[in-house]
């Protein structure tokens, strides 16, 4: 530090010019299109694995089931249900295929 003047020394070539603020800008530029794309490039990706990867889930661990309320009848005639004893416990098992996690389920069902 310059004890005289109270400041630091000027370093030669160390001035702003404007061809280095637009070198600085042209950089700013193209690194942001750079992270355009490649945000592109992964929705694309993630798009197209849901797509394919869903049906793939499908063969490996099951499709999706639906349970529907059982109905009694005695002819044409539809009894209600006076009571019921269920339990069911489902443990959640995330399965990863190429990009995505895929929520699977194991169920135990019991009823009487």
Same mark, same amino acid.
């Given at each position: #530090?310059? &004890?005289?003047?109270?400041? #630091?020394? /000027? /370093? &030669? =070539?160390?001035?702003?010019? %404007?061809?280095?603020?637009? =070198?600085?800008?042209?950089?700013?530029?193209?690194?942001?299109?750079?992270?355009?794309?490649?945000?592109? @490039?992964?929705? *694309?990706?993630?798009?197209?694995?849901?797509?394919?990867? +869903?049906?793939?889930? =499908?063969?490996?661990?099951? &499709? %999706?089931?639906?349970?529907?309320? %059982?109905?009694?009848?005695? =002819?044409?005639? &539809?009894?209600?249900?006076?009571?019921?004893?269920?339990?069911?416990?489902?443990?959640?098992?995330?399965?990863?295929?190429?990009?995505?996690? +895929?929520?699977? *389920? @194991?169920?135990?069902?019991?009823?009487?």
């Amino acid at each position: #530090m310059n &004890e005289r003047a109270g400041r #630091m020394p /000027r /370093r &030669e =070539g160390s001035t702003v010019t %404007p061809l280095r603020l637009f =070198g600085i800008a042209v950089i700013l530029v193209v690194a942001t299109v750079a992270w355009f794309v490649l945000a592109g @490039a992964t929705t *694309y990706r993630t798009d197209t694995a849901d797509t394919t990867g +869903y049906d793939k889930v =499908g063969s490996l661990w099951g &499709e %999706p089931q639906t349970q529907f309320a %059982p109905t009694f009848r005695t =002819g044409k005639k &539809e009894l209600d249900i006076a009571s019921s004893d269920i339990a069911a416990d489902f443990t959640l098992d995330q399965r990863k295929k190429g990009l995505l996690w +895929y929520s699977t *389920y @194991a169920v135990d069902f019991r009823a009487t």
